[in-house]
């Protein structure tokens, strides 16, 4: 029977698979790093998605697609980025946005997984820029704020953090710690940007992946997954100017066609930012 955390820490590979794939191809998906990271285990992650989860890959490449623009809007006003979470996304070294070199980029991951990354775009002749920092995280186990700080974030200037397929893996104490704008000393005029699943999808998913593997890999957030629930529980962590919206709207809107869920609107990506004064009331938008 496969191990959770080498499964959980696996699914960069499952990701990669797809955005190298045909249809990712189709719908302009860019990545011209993918195809390095395909592995046997990452094609029998992907497969197995595909199986459990009708929106596993229309789904996915939405939320890529949807999140590289945000990247594209966003990067240009902040001179720091943190990703959380990061496996094997590559978009800070080829997105032209970000590696113009005036972006100082914080990538979070295991030591295994930033290791096979760094590995093999030295292999590719792709060395890491000195204003890509690499830090080895276990989210579950160490302080990122701390090793944020030994990689020189500078706390008092705004940062853009992304933290993408990564919350519905982590326990929900874990999440509101990490998400808090107290747990990573966020500045005034940071944007958080992240996704989450409801809790119907979550229950849904595991008993199909418990079927077919033995384990129970997703966790819940920590407040409900809807508009007022995103609303107060983002406004109690301190975050104002908050926007959700449906990733089966989005992904409608990129395959221009309608892409159903089994569960309406039970996959969300939000954006948020900390406002200048502590106790800020923000605004919050869903446009599916």
């Keep these: 029977m496969p191990q959770l955390e080498t499964t959980v820490g696996s699914t960069a590979d499952g990701l990669v698979v797809l955005r190298s794939s045909p249809q990712a ?3 302009g998906v860019e990545d011209p790093y993918a195809e390095w990271f395909v592995t046997p285990q990452g094609e029998r992650l992907a497969h197995l998605g595909r199986q459990v989860d009708p929106l596993f890959e ?3 490449l939405a939320r890529y697609l949807y999140t590289t623009a945000l990247l594209r809007q966003a990067a240009p006003q902040h001179s720091q980025l943190i990703l959380l979470g990061a496996g094997f996304d590559c978009r800070a070294l080829w997105l032209a946005e970000i590696n113009t070199g005036r972006c100082q980029v914080f ?4 030591q295994e997984k930033l290791g096979q990354k760094q590995t093999l775009l030295e292999q590719h002749g792709v060395p890491l820029p000195a204003w890509d920092h690499l830090i080895p995280c276990d989210l579950r186990k160490d302080d990122p704020t701390a090793l944020l700080a030994g990689a020189g974030l500078n706390f008092s200037r705004p940062a853009l953090v992304l933290a993408e397929g990564l919350v519905f893996y982590l326990p929900p104490d874990l999440t509101r710690q990490l998400l808090a704008t107290d747990r990573l000393l966020l500045a005034p005029g940071s944007r958080l940007v992240f996704d989450c699943w409801a809790e119907e999808r979550i229950a849904r998913l595991n008993r199909r992946v418990e079927a077919h593997i033995g384990l129970r890999m997703f966790q819940p957030f920590p407040f409900p997954v809807s508009t007022p629930g995103l609303q107060g529980g983002l406004q ?17 809107q990129y395959y221009q066609m309608d892409i159903e869920d089994e569960t309406p609107s039970s996959w969300w990506i939000v954006q948020a930012e900390v406002p200048p004064g502590i106790g800020s009331m923000g605004s919050f938008g869903e446009n599916d």
């Excluded at 990538?107 to 295991?110: G, N």
């Excluded at 109690?236 to 409608?252: C, F, K, N």
């Design 25 to 27: 191809a189709l719908l």
């Design 58 to 60: 229309p789904g996915n």
């Design 107 to 110: 990538e979070l991951d295991t």
């Design 236 to 252: 109690q962590m301190g975050y104002q100017m908050i926007e959700a919206r449906s990733l089966t709207g989005i992904a409608s």
